[in-house]
């Protein structure tokens, strides 16, 4: 018996190992490439650790891309903030005053599953005709269909765990509902209103069609100019691994120094659990 | 009063949704009744003209069952793998679990254009590290993956395996953390191996957070888009074009936006169809 146990232990350990590997090496194989000399890049067979290392992609490219990093932020910033001040006033809304089956919270839910593809043709059509194509507000808008479901979900779970004592006090004290909701619930929520802050960034900074379609050069996030540079810079494999690997930077911070927060945002996905 | 109350926080979130969401998605019905073509001056209207196209588009019913098959190869390899993985770290792995959570848990995270351009790395024709580990272990094939027609789709399920398995692994393992020791503690104090405790008493307790993650992880599958756009554009010939990326094509290369509005539709009607099927037999089998 004892002698089973270790042998599955080993394995286990195998196993995740192993995952650990697969997992890391593409993104390492990416770092290398936009920090390896252009003559260690792309050969066959591959070289696995480089003789020595250059920014000179790095540099290319925060000089090329650095407007499409700006509008990541400024994107993805404001879908969040928006989003998350919504989506805690909503999500208090439900959590005091409806009951978990209200079919309002269903709709709102629902939405998060709605195919990009459905929404971003009428979205095409109506900033074109308003002019707002390749704006701020045409990536804004239609990233805020999603953001705020997501927020209002998350946020409703987080209040639904704060016991409403707390809150009945100060209301007897003669505080209305509104100082309450930013004196009294506001701070219990900070873990959970950060978590969401985070994730509604994240999901903004990464997604693509709505971008892709609604810009054009001035707007243009991260993804979209990564995307664009397939054709424009076929070969420069170190520049495009720079670009990527800045892409992919705040997701991994927050993947690797909020992970607390992270568990909180997949509270989203155990609705039912 | 109460009504009052719960009307005033909910309408905000409410309203802004309504405009930005039910506002353009009426919109688009209205469009895929016409025959709104960017090409041509000026659009007719043609009642359900579009949708009965679209039942005779083969390359659209081609575009729909490869995303079938995308769904089923990815969901089933990532909903096994991710099971093995939270079995294996919540039974074996201690001490490094937290790390180790944190470490796999970067994937999900990235952005799905990110993936599909290491793909271009990982697996290039000719620079392919992975081809080069294949050949030092012996393996006599050397697959074009996403540049030839027929492992370009499994390159897509390869990439999309990478980065969502974790995510699989995650809810699994908060699902396993979830069951009270005391169970598991008096189905070992009855003789139960490990196998029999796993086999009768974990998995059927993981049922809700199974049903839940692959449910999560179809709909995601059924509109992948972003890695084919950077990986392939749907090629060689159309033998990676899923239904997201042929209602692009429609409707933003060929600027048929009336036929794409309708396309669009119809997998946004097959998606809940299926979404409600599969929630009706997996509550009623519980």
Known sequence: ?273 | MKLNESTFFVLPAVIVLLLVVVFPLLYSVYVSLYNYDLLLPSPNFIGLGNYLEALGDSRFIASLIRTGELVIMCVTVQYLLGLLLALSLYYHVGRFRGLIVALLSIPPMIPPVVIGYMGRLIFHPVASPVNYLLEVVHIPAKPLWHTSAQTSLLTIFLLDTWQWTPFMMLLLLSGLMAIPQEYLESVRIDGASPWQEVRHVVLPLLKTVSVVAILFRALDILRIFDIIYVLTYGGPGTSSEVVSFYIYLTSFNYWRIGYGAALSWLLTIILSLLAMIYLKYVVKSF
């Open chain 1, 1 to 273: 018996m004892g002698g089973r146990t270790s042998a599955f232990k080993l394995l286990a350990y195998v196993i995740v190992a192993l995952a650990v590997v697969i997992t890391f090496f593409p993104i390492y194989w990416m770092l290398l490439t936009s920090l390896a000399p252009g003559k260690e890049v792309m050969v066959y067979p591959p070289k696995f650790l480089p003789t020595k290392l250059t920014l000179k992609w790095w540099e290319y490219t925060l000089s090329h891309i650095g407007a499409s990093l700006v509008n990541s932020i400024i994107i993805a910033g404001s879908v969040s903030f928006i989003s998350t001040t919504l989506g805690f006033i909503a999500g208090y809304g439900f959590a005091r005053f409806r009951r978990p089956d209200d079919s309002t919270l269903f709709w709102i839910l629902s939405i998060r599953f709605m195919p990009a593809i459905v929404a971003v043709i009428p979205y095409y059509l109506l900033f074109n005709a308003l002019g707002l194509l390749d704006t701020y507000p045409a990536v804004i808008i239609p990233h805020l269909s999603i953001g705020i479901p997501f927020a209002v979900w998350l946020l409703r779970g987080a209040v639904t765990a704060i016991p409403k004592e707390l809150e009945e006090a100060a209301l007897v004290d003669g505080c209305s509902r509104l100082r309450v909701l930013i004196r009294v619930v506001f701070p219990l929520l900070l873990p959970s209103f950060l978590a969401t802050l985070l994730f509604t960034f994240i999901w903004s900074w990464n997604e693509f069609l709505f971008a892709l379609v609604l810009t054009d050069v001035k707007a243009r996030p991260l993804t979209v100019a990564i995307a664009g540079m397939r054709e424009a810079h076929g070969l420069m494999w170190g520049a495009v691994s720079a670009a990527a690997t800045i892409a992919a930077l705040p997701p991994l911070i927050i993947a690797l120094f909020f992970q607390k927060y992270l568990i909180t945002g997949l509270a989203f996905y155990r609705t039912k659990g």
